[in-house]
């Protein structure tokens, strides 16, 4: 069965400041891979999906991006954050079963 | 415009009591439905799902039930435990092969003992 990776579990930073997120995958091969956050009392906002390396699909506009260089490997970037940017980053796979599988999460916090 | 609806923040119950989660959705092309449970800081897990064929799935202490015509579907927890309470959320699938899940505001359980 798959495992997803995420690091760092948390992280602080300053507005304006860039950041990186990276999700790693093991287990499987070709999944479909996507960023969801998880603001203060929202739901779960998709933000990327991925069908495979180097194809993104943004589903809600903002100052994030998102990158796939590698099969099993999917990155949510911002080149300044926005205090509206912390919240619970949550990245996920499809491998072809209904269900998606989530990874821990990143905390993060825009001060 | 929120395709999926828990209008329930929040639920109490006792231990050993029914459980019972409402989701209510608005897209007729949704065909698949789940139900994801989430504890603080982790991630969502996967708990049960339901096709738009079907109307009811069972699992263990975990019922779901779909009522199409009303675009509505519960999650039954029977008896309720209070390593159940957490974060529940409902999501939804209209298929395709980029297979993107639209999920609800969630609803917090807690379990009393």
């Known amino acids: 069965s798959q495992t997803i990776h995420q690091w760092p579990a948390t992280l602080v930073q300053p507005v304006g400041s860039p950041l990186s997120l990276e999700c790693t995958v093991e287990g499987t091969s070709n999944p479909n891979l996507y960023w969801y956050r998880q603001a203060a009392g929202r739901g779960l906002q998709l933000l990327f999906y991925?069908?495979?390396?180097?194809?993104i699909s943004s589903e809600v506009p903002q100052n994030l991006s998102a990158s796939r260089p590698q099969d099993r490997q999917f990155i949510l970037s911002s080149k300044k954050l926005l205090l509206s940017d912390s919240g619970f980053y949550l990245c996920a796979c499809w491998t072809g079963n209904y269900e998606q599988y989530f990874g821990p999460g990143t905390r993060l916090t825009v001060t | 415009d929120q395709q999926v609806k828990q209008n329930s923040p929040s639920l109490s119950v006792q231990e050993g009591r029914i459980s019972i989660l409402n989701c209510d959705y608005t897209?007729?092309?949704?065909?698949?439905f789940l139900w994801y449970k989430k504890y603080p800081a982790e991630g969502p897990t996967f708990l049960i799902s339901i096709s738009s064929i079907k109307d009811k799935n069972e699992d263990g202490r975990f019922t779901v039930f779909l009522n199409k015509s009303a675009k509505h579907l519960s999650l039954h927890i029977v008896p309720s435990q209070p390593g159940d309470s957490a974060v529940y959320f409902c999501a939804a699938d209209s298929g395709g092969s980029n297979y993107k899940l639209t999920f609800g505001k969630g609803t917090l359980l807690t379990v009393n003992p």
């Open positions: 897209n007729s092309m949704f065909d698949y």
């Open positions: 991925s069908v495979g390396i180097g194809q």
